[in-house]
């Protein structure tokens, strides 16, 4: 049997690699100050009887393309193609980190939603409606404390349905506005033309709009050459970001 791959993506200091640790019995560097991650670590555990390779990925706030640590992350989700993707959030500021969730969502429907550090929202009296978030992004959302051990075997077998596929996922679109969606209609068959059908073209046309030439070097060095050239006053962020 393969072993499935699941890589963990988050925003800074939401406990990606303290859960890591936990599931893998290795011992990541974790902290209470942000960018403790920036290699890539790998390490394996099994659940049900069956071998996941995890993945731990540089905390980042966003899969643009601002610093080397989303490029890391944004393409070994594009390009390595885990199984699951985990996105770890932190229970006490959801709001922030919904965002980077919405990216990946973006990206891939292969994710779940793992809110931690549970344990500091009750404290601070944070009621949280998993249900309701679940049912609006289309993916599992389950919430654990990776510090006190606690919901990680709803969790895992809430990887486990979407790695071998028992969950369908239905993930969030985002409707943008009528300009926006009328040029990723316009770029989204040239895309699918360039890249095929194994990679996010939706994703890819969006931050061709926005002038993403990170993305585009990324995608002519995995040979899926998109020949566009951005003129100047175009290239920049932010102009599809969904915050
Ligand atoms: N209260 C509480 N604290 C937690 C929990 N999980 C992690 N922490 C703490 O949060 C801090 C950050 O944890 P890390 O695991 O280093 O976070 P990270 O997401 O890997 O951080 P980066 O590598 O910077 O992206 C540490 O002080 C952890 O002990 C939890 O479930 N509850
Ligand atoms: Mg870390």
Redesign the pocket.
Known sequence: MKAYTVAFA???????????NLLTGMR??????????VITAEGTFTHNGREYRAV?L??TYSLYSNSADEEAARDYIIFEKPDVTLV?LDATSLERNLNLALQVLEITGRAVICI?????ARRLGIDINLKAISERLGVPVIA?????RTGIKELLDQVERVADGTFAVEPLRIQYSEEIERGIAELLPLVEQAVGGDYPARWIALRLLDGDESLLASLRKASLGIRVSFPKEVSGHGATACH
């Open positions: 988050g925003n800074p200091n939401t406990g990606k690699s303290t859960l890591f990541q560097h974790t902290g209470n100050w942000a960018g403790k991650t731990d540089p905390g770890v931690n550090l549970i344990d500091e654990i404390s990776a510090r006190n």
